[in-house]
């Protein structure tokens, strides 16, 4: 099971590696969809069967979307290649809170924006990947 981090990344990395083996992650975080991650958890059951796990790694060349496993935590199949270029226009309203961070993010193909929540855990990493992406800050 993976819980840590530096295991998550790495397969992540490989994950990578298999379909585009000259590029290399930057950055690697986990998002979990939906309006709020409290309302969800209230919602108990039926929350949890509404949101979905994803890992959203930026490197060097794309922004690669890895749908998670809900029992392992692993990252599955990748659901989405975005090219660089593009991606920086589909990402918007980036709050950074103490707990829930979140940030929207257009899928290709899909007709409104994705909000992202990103808990504290993977908060240093949202930090990193919003700057690298969008050349702006996240405002406190």
């Known amino acids: 099971m993976a819980i840590r981090k530096s295991t998550i990344q790495e397969q992540v990395a490989q994950a990578i590696a298999s379909i585009e083996p000259n590029d290399r992650p930057v950055v690697t975080f986990q998002s979990i969809t939906g309006p709020s991650p409290w309302l969800m958890n209230a ?3 039926i929350g949890q069967l509404l949101v979905k796990y994803y890992y959203v790694t930026l490197t060097e060349r794309v922004v690669v979307v890895h749908r998670a496993s809900r029992i392992s935590n692993r990252p599955q199949e990748i659901v989405h290649v975005v090219p660089l270029e593009q991606a920086r226009l589909l990402v918007s309203d980036v709050r950074r809170n103490p707990l829930w961070s979140s940030l929207r993010f257009q ?3 899909e007709a409104t924006p994705t909000r992202l929540n990103v808990g504290r855990y993977w908060r240093a990493e949202l930090d ?5 992406l969008t050349g702006q800050q996240i405002a406190a």
């Open 43 to 45: 919602l108990g059951l």
């Open 107 to 109: 899928f290709p193909g």
């Open 128 to 132: 990193v990947f919003v700057p690298a």
